[in-house]
């Protein structure tokens, strides 16, 4: 069983930063950020694979670094350039299943409580 915790959220101005935290028990080969804004679908926002690569959706625009720190097995999301309409509850994700299937299209198997971020302008 994978637990995940997100921290790290809040309100920032447009133009901001933030950086989101997910502290994970247990190895997953696929990690990853979901974001669901009130009244809109759930959406990827970044994932990262077993071997390190990452994936972004187009929104991102550079904006947002997915990464691990690994000595403290901790998925994070470095958001910059923040605009309001990033404002959303973000979601941990993880999953097994390998590179092959690791995309931010995906429904992932275990998932966290969210974190909010709310971007004024």
């Known amino acids: 069983q994978v637990q995940l915790a997100e921290s790290g959220g809040g309100s920032v101005q447009a133009g901001g930063s933030l950086r989101l935290s997910c502290e994970t028990s247990?190895?997953?080969?696929?990690m990853g950020w979901f974001r669901q804004a009130p009244g809109k679908e759930r959406e990827g926002v970044a994932i990262?694979?077993?071997?390190?690569?990452?994936t972004y959706a187009d929104f991102v625009r550079g904006r947002f670094t997915i990464s691990k720190d690994k000595a403290k097995n901790n998925l994070l999301l470095q958001m910059n350039s923040l605009e309001p309409e990033d404002t959303a509850r973000y979601y941990c994700?993880?999953?097994?299943?390998?590179?092959?299937?690791?995309?931010?299209?995906?429904?992932?198997?275990?998932w966290g409580q969210g974190t909010q971020v709310t971007v004024s302008s």
């Open positions: 990262i694979r077993g071997d390190g690569t990452t």
């Open positions: 994700a993880a999953d097994h299943r390998g590179s092959w299937w690791c995309s931010p299209n995906q429904n992932f198997e275990y």
């Open positions: 247990g190895y997953t080969l696929c």
